[in-house]
């Protein structure tokens, strides 16, 4: 997808490995260790710089030494400019053999050694590189001039590497440059799409040597009557020669859809790469992402007034996610088992069901007041193995963009889950460190004490923020660092913080994640849980693990046990349990979340006039009073003992037609409330006692109908 004349990642030349040698002096010839070491000029693709940045920035050098290294010894890294030293950058090598650091080296040598001094002052030269650096590099990057969600486009986790564009929609091409060997004039940066060679937009463009040079094109115009299109930026001399050029694979969307304000919709999301298939036999293919699923089956797109977005997605096997604005995504994770006795492939967890045998996705209800929508599965092993076991998880929403999860499982006797983990989703050719912020998680416990998590996420530096207080948090999880939402997650009986928090990864000794990342999921088919990292991150979306209950779970609010037939037409007894989660989509701060928690586990005391109590007078599934109406006028008296925050009724027996609704003093705008016949939502903050009346009109009532 990338063509260039020169490119940044091979702008140097690579040493080998080779024994510790050429030596300052004799006697620390004699003492070298037998280590290899090797100096590579430019830094590794996972780590920072990224992009743009990485045009004209100081440059990259990766030392490594595959063996043991001498005891109070001191590295550095001396940099020569025609056989004279220009600089000495000290080195701190960590961990075990493999040892690797990277450093930025500000000048432009011309060679680069490795030199270790020991605790008696000797020196020895362990490597030495020459520094050849190209005579010209570039970048360049198309970006919309203002960030809509993906899925507002029909899109969902789009490449980082594609340009997605709606007709009107503009953007800006930003085109970095520099000359390493003496200034040029008259170059020329243009941009086109391929289907459109003569609708060019470009500008003139001087390099002095070595000093960066960054300049911004307007896109050309869009094609239209295009789905797909590709962009082309090229930088050309004087002479119109080209000296670099690059391709952006573009998707084009002539006619967005047009999500509910409030609601939730069937749809199929847009993915233009195709999936990446490993073959039995270790080789990679692809498949058409068109062609994947059975066509009956679609995607769900629940839209919040927020503007936050939650998916169900073929490509995640269903399992449902946070579609930021930023193209990442957030999930609490599934059902997942502890693997069966009777033999089994890689993990049982409902993310292997790639070919969607098991999962199924339902618009239970899409009202003015509440979305049900429910998802359906087995965890199953790689092969498609089953064991007898489901699940069903119902998300409910509101129009203040809070929902809850609700997890009901049907399980052996014998069997252990796990239900909650921190998973982000990032799209195909993007690195962890360029997306994820450091400060991922925040403890936010009901009694107001907050604890902030940086990942990496290191014991022995933040051992002390993970232990648990025996008091319920709610968790803050930011899924990028542009995104303006976080994902939220709160249940009153979970007073254990997640005992697992992952670990990044490492190459060639280097950090280059700052949690677990993993390309067998989303989308990609064929691919086992790894525990290092792959190329397929140029090739599949990716998720990013970032802490786990494991088998800690809460207490469930429901727990039978029956005798039943599981999936496989067996008639045995199995364990049926219920737990549920406040969730939601958020830029609220920290005292107001720790309210809607409060809110949400103690439900206000209330008084009835011309209605009665259920017997189960609070739904936590829903978070939803219960009352059977009597009378055409119902008054409703909330006591609460904290914050009542958007209380929901669920008012059996009631009249269609809701005729007023008054709070207080207070007559209530449509945009106050919502109703939808069986259903009450009221927009509003309560911390004290308070009178809630309803008008009906006299009609005939509904018989109520099961949530």
């Known amino acids: 997808m990338t063509r260039r004349i020169l490119v940044w990642a091979a702008l140097f030349a690579v040493i080998g490995p080779f024994s510790a040698r050429t030596s300052l002096s004799s006697a620390a010839e004699a003492s070298a260790p037998k280590a290899e070491a090797r100096i590579k000029i430019g830094g590794h693709s996972w780590r920072p710089p990224f992009g743009l940045d990485r045009i004209g920035a100081p440059l990259s050098v990766v030392v490594s030494v595959v063996g043991p290294l001498p005891a109070q010894t001191e590295f550095s890294v001396v940099a020569y400019s025609q056989g004279k030293e220009v600089g000495r950058t000290p080195l701190k090598f960590t961990g075990q053999s493999p040892y690797a650091c990277q450093v930025s080296i500000d000048q432009h040598p011309t060679e680069l050694a490795l030199i270790a001094k020991s605790a008696d002052g000797v020196t020895a030269e362990w490597a030495r590189q020459k520094v050849e650096l190209a005579p010209f590099e570039a970048e360049a990057a198309a970006v919309p001039a203002s960030i809509v969600n993906p899925v507002d486009l029909g899109a969902i986790l789009v490449p980082t590497d594609y340009l997605l564009l709606a007709t009107g929609q503009l953007a800006n091409i930003d085109v970095a440059a520099v000359s390493h060997k003496g200034d040029m004039a008259g170059l020329r940066a243009a941009a086109w799409f391929e289907s459109s060679p003569n609708a060019k937009t470009g500008a003139e463009l001087s390099l002095t040597q070595e000093q960066r040079v960054q300049l911004r094109l307007p896109c050309p115009p869009v094609p239209a009557a295009r789905q797909r299109d590709q962009l082309h930026i090229s930088i050309a001399s004087g002479d119109g020669s080209e000296l670099w050029h ?5 998707m084009l969307v002539q006619q967005a859809p047009q999500w509910p304000k409030f609601g939730a919709a069937r749809t199929k999301l847009r993915y233009d790469a195709p999936i990446s298939v490993r073959g039995e036999d270790g ?15 679609d995607d769900v797109v629940v839209a919040l ?3 936050s977005r939650f998916v169900f997605w073929r490509g995640s096997s269903y399992v449902p996610f946070w579609a930021g604005r930023c193209n990442t995504g957030l999930s609490y994770e599934w059902a997942e088992t502890s693997p069966p006795a009777d033999g089994y492939t890689d993990c049982v967890e409902p993310l292997m069901d790639k070919e969607l045998r098991y999962g199924r996705v339902e618009i239970v209800e899409s009202t003015p007041a509440r979305i049900h929508v429910r998802w359906t599965y087995q965890s199953c092993d790689f092969m498609y193995k089953v064991w007898g076991d489901s699940a069903v998880e119902d998300f409910y929403f509101y129009r203040d963009g809070w929902g809850t999860r609700v997890l009901t499982l049907r399980s ?36 107001g004490e907050k604890r902030e998590l940086t990942f990496p996420f290191f014991r022995a530096e933040q051992g002390e923020k993970a232990k648990s207080r025996e008091v319920p948090a709610v968790y803050r999880v930011r899924l990028h660092r542009d995104e303006p939402l976080a994902a939220v997650y709160f249940n009153p009986h979970q007073i254990e913080l997640p005992p697992a928090i992952f670990d990044p990864f490492f190459d060639q000794g280097l950090l280059v994640t700052p949690t677990y990342w993993g390309s067998h999921w989303p989308l990609a088919r064929g691919k086992t849980t790894g525990y290092a990292i792959d190329d397929r991150v140029n090739f599949s979306p990716c998720h990013n693990s970032v802490m786990s209950w494991a088998r800690s779970r809460p207490a469930p609010l429901h727990t039978a046990q029956v005798t039943a037939q599981d999936t496989l037409g067996r008639t045995k007894p199995m364990l049926v349990q219920t737990w549920t989660w406040l969730i939601g989509m958020s830029d609220e701060g920290d005292s107001r979340l720790i309210d809607r928690a409060k809110s949400f586990s103690q439900p206000p005391a209330i008084e009835l006039q011309g209605a009665r109590l259920e017997a189960d007078s609070y739904a936590p599934e829903r978070r939803a009073l219960r009352v059977i109406v009597d009378q055409p006028a119902v008054t409703i008296r909330l006591k609460p003992a904290v914050a009542c925050i958007n209380p929901v009724f669920e008012l059996a027996n009631a009249p269609q037609n809701l005729q007023s609704v008054q709070l207080g003093d207070r007559q209530l705008d449509a945009q106050d409330y919502a109703w939808d016949g069986r259903t009450l939502w009221i927009n509003a903050t309560l911390k004290q006692e308070t009178q809630l009346q309803l008008q009906f009109a006299s009609a005939t009532a509904r018989p109520s109908a099961a949530p």
């Open 246 to 250: 690059k391709t952006i694979p573009t």
């Open 283 to 297: 080789k990679f293919s692809s498949l058409d992402y068109d062609k994947a699923w059975d066509p009956k089956l």
């Open 305 to 307: 007034p927020n503007g």
């Open 412 to 447: 052996d006797l014998k069997g252990d889950y796990e239900l909650s983990e921190f998973i982000i989703l990032t799209p195909r050719a993007t690195y962890p460190f360029s997306v994820l912020p450091p400060n991922i998680v925040d403890l936010l416990f009901v009694d």
